[in-house]
């Protein structure tokens, strides 16, 4: 962002959601329906999870969306949710996390292959659990489980995990794609888990839906693994930036209308007949 473009409001926007979806399709139509492309700070709340883990979403927003990330050459939701949390790995490894991580292990080198250019720098679940130095050979995942299953009472600024790494990720470079997740944070609490995440900067358009599901799934991860319900995820963003498509844009328009659908209020019910209509519609 320059300097020029830096926006005047610093109060933060405030958006709840019951699902990933709606956390997106709000935050999208904000920035269409306001001046600028910018929101800075964001700050995201989304409850609404299943018992069985499953993470919510709308159908019509996420095809939507895909549609146009695909016309415009641009990663789909799923590719860029695989970055943070690998569900597709997680399936495969049947509720076993020393499996997930040993299939990510030896899947990595291929995914930094496939794409150097965007992959060199690392993945967020790379950095995840495969640091570099810590605890459990730097994976800070394994750390935070085996801690809490280890005993009760454990301090709670312990299940925190960091991507961004000063050592590599400190770089006068004018444009880097990677790290904008920063930080993350696992709160059990009675409701079960609250997952906290921390973005320096977030793509609206290309990257704000993935980044939320994949959040979502690894949320969905930990909280499985300790044994808990998913309760809450919050999201908090320092600058998130509608760029990479112009909000005038008309291939827009099915995500625009998706995203309207999708925040609508539900239609109320139907007024019933009063009991003495009912009466005089019966036959003598």
């Known amino acids: 962002m320059s300097k020029a473009s830096r926006p005047e409001n610093s109060e933060p926007l405030m958006i709840a959601a019951k699902s990933v979806s709606e956390a997106y399709a709000r935050t999208l139509l904000h920035v269409l329906e306001h001046p600028g492309n910018e929101i800075a700070p964001l700050v995201l709340t989304m409850d609404g999870f299943g018992d069985g883990y499953e993470i919510p979403e ?14 415009k050459k641009k990663r789909d939701v799923e590719d860029v949710a695989y970055t943070i949390f690998p569900q597709r790995l997680w ?77 590599r990720d400190h770089s006068a470079t004018a444009q880097l794609g990677f790290p904008c997740l920063q930080h993350v944070s696992f709160v059990p609490t009675k409701a079960g888990l609250v997952a906290n995440a921390f973005y320096a900067t977030q793509q609206l358009f290309d990257k704000a839906y993935g980044n939320y599901l994949g959040l979502a799934q690894l949320a969905a991860f930990m ?62």
């Open 91 to 167: 399936t495969m490894a049947q509720g076993d996390r020393a499996k997930l991580f040993e299939f990510y292990k030896m899947a990595f080198p291929f995914y930094r292959a496939q794409n150097p250019k965007a992959n060199g720098k690392g993945l967020y679940f790379e950095r995840l659990m495969m640091y570099g130095r810590g605890p459990c050979d730097g994976n800070q995942l394994e750390w935070i489980l085996s801690q809490y299953d280890s005993r009760p009472g454990v301090r709670r600024s312990m299940w925190q995990a960091t991507t961004f790494d000063p050592a």
């Open 58 to 71: 709308n159908t019509q927003v996420r095809a939507a969306l895909d549609a146009l990330l695909s016309k």
């Open 223 to 284: 909280a499985h693994e300790m044994g808990i319900p998913l309760a809450r995820l919050n999201v908090t963003i320092g600058v998130a930036k509608l760029e990479r498509i112009t909000k005038t844009d008309s291939a827009m328009k099915p995500l625009i209308e998706a995203a309207r659908a999708c925040v609508a209020p539900p239609a109320p019910p139907a007024p019933r007949p009063s009991a003495s209509l009912q009466l005089a519609a019966q036959p003598a």
